[in-house]
């Protein structure tokens, strides 16, 4: 898989039918390897390995309505009293982070109401803060640690 704006992590990966599968901690389940999923994974091994995210509060393809329509987030974090913090939407190293990426968040996050957002091809990554009080958000310099969320909360 291509080489992406992130660490290197090993993985689990097995053939079957001449398709690749990548084995999900988070689900503990092999799951098809695409460019997108390739984008997850290390994604999310980044934001556990260096950002010290708990891996008990980090939920994949979280489900979210969007006017009564059922979505699924690409990934959720959650505080420890089970509200959510953060959530993120990967799209494959090859495809261009557009508004329309960032409006697909925007619209989970009508539901969501996290502090934090992330958009990655896993070659750019964005993230911005979220101020409710004052209907803004402000774009991050770099993606904060856990313990950052949490006391900006």
Not at 59 to 70: D, G, H, Q, S
Request: glycine content about 2%.
């Amino acid at each position: 898989m291509q080489k992406l704006n992130l660490p290197e992590y090993s993985f689990r990966i097995k053939t079957i039918q001449g398709k690749d599968f990548i084995f999900d901690s988070l689900r503990k389940k092999f799951v098809r390897l695409t460019p997108e999923e390739w984008v997850r994974q290390n994604f999310v091994q980044f934001l556990v390995t260096e950002k010290k995210y708990s891996v008990s509060l980090i939920v994949v393809e979280a489900l979210v309505k969007v006017n009564n329509n059922p979505q699924r987030a690409d990934l959720v974090v959650f505080d420890r009293i089970g509200n959510p913090v953060l959530a993120a939407e990967f799209k494959a190293p090859e495809v261009k982070i557009s508004q329309q990426t960032f409006d697909q968040i925007v619209r989970y996050n009508m539901q969501l109401k996290v502090k934090f957002f992330i958009v990655s091809n896993g070659l750019e990554h964005f993230c911005c803060s979220i101020n409710y009080a004052e209907n803004s958000y402000a774009f991050l310099q770099e993606i904060p640690d856990f313990a950052e969320v949490l006391l900006l909360m």
